[in-house]
């Protein structure tokens, strides 16, 4: 039997921490192709580089990096690296989680939403930012692709994956999770350099969870895996229903 194709990517570029067990863990499943940021791209969103040039540097025959962003890097490994001939991509392990609204702001989870644009199933891998091993989700991470690449995905479907601490290697389960909410600081910091010029730091460290039961927020911070479909079709029907009534 042919061994599925497998596209790895992310947004903490080519250093980051949870880039090389990810792909370690998918070698057990299939021949494994990389197209990364060549420097960090965290927050970058759904971001293509379309008025400057992109530039790509090969690293070995089945891994390159890109000056691009992370959705950069999942059309560029898929479009130009495999020529479309792609079974799954995975995006990760994520430095971090992304819960709630964060998947409106993470390139991990824009990655894996430009692959289901252009029809490949895929998955974004995140893990809390106080675990240091990454060893116990990679092991998840590659069951959860296994299955993906058994059972597939339904058209426009993406799945976010959020890695709690793991306790003794282990998780206490996996649940499948709608998104919760992540509430950011909303400060502006204004600073001064050394000539005298104002400059401006964005949010602060502080995160609030609103841990409502059935949520990825809640699955965390019970000590379990979320696992949470996203669609690309982000159309309010009910407010469909609803505009259709105003006097426009």
């Known amino acids: 039997m042919k061994k599925p194709t497998i596209l790895v990517t992310n947004d903490d570029g080519f250093h980051g921490p949870g880039l090389r067990p990810l792909i370690k863990a ?133 799945l976010n994956v959020n890695f709690p601490g793991a306790q003794d290697g282990k998780y206490r389960g996996v649940s499948a999770a709608r998104l919760g909410r992540r509430i950011y600081s909303s400060n502006i910091s204004r600073r001064s350099d050394p000539r005298g010029r104002n400059y401006y730091w964005l949010g602060g460290k502080d995160v609030k969870w609103i841990k409502a039961v059935g949520t990825d927020v809640n699955a965390v911070a019970s000590g379990r895996v979320s696992v949470t479909p996203l669609h690309l079709d982000q159309t309010d029907r009910s407010m469909l229903e609803t505009l259709s009534h105003w006097e426009l």
């Open 26 to 158: 998918m070698k057990r499943l299939g021949r494994v192709f990389v197209a990364v940021p060549d420097q960090e791209r965290s927050a970058d969103s759904h971001s293509l580089t379309l008025h400057k040039p992109i530039r790509v540097y090969p690293i070995s025959k089945d891994f390159i990096t890109v000056n691009g962003s992370p959705a950069d890097c999942a059309r560029f490994g898929i479009l130009w690296m495999l020529k479309s001939k792609v079974d799954l991509v995975v995006s990760g392990i994520n430095r971090g989680y992304n819960l709630g609204e964060d998947i409106i702001y993470s390139g991990t989870v824009a990655a894996a939403r430009e692959a289901r644009i252009l029809g490949v199933p895929a998955i974004a891998f995140s893990q809390s930012p106080d675990e240091t091993s990454y060893a116990a989700a990679a092991d998840c991470a590659c069951r959860l692709a296994k299955e993906t690449l058994r059972r597939g995905l339904p058209p426009g479907v993406a």
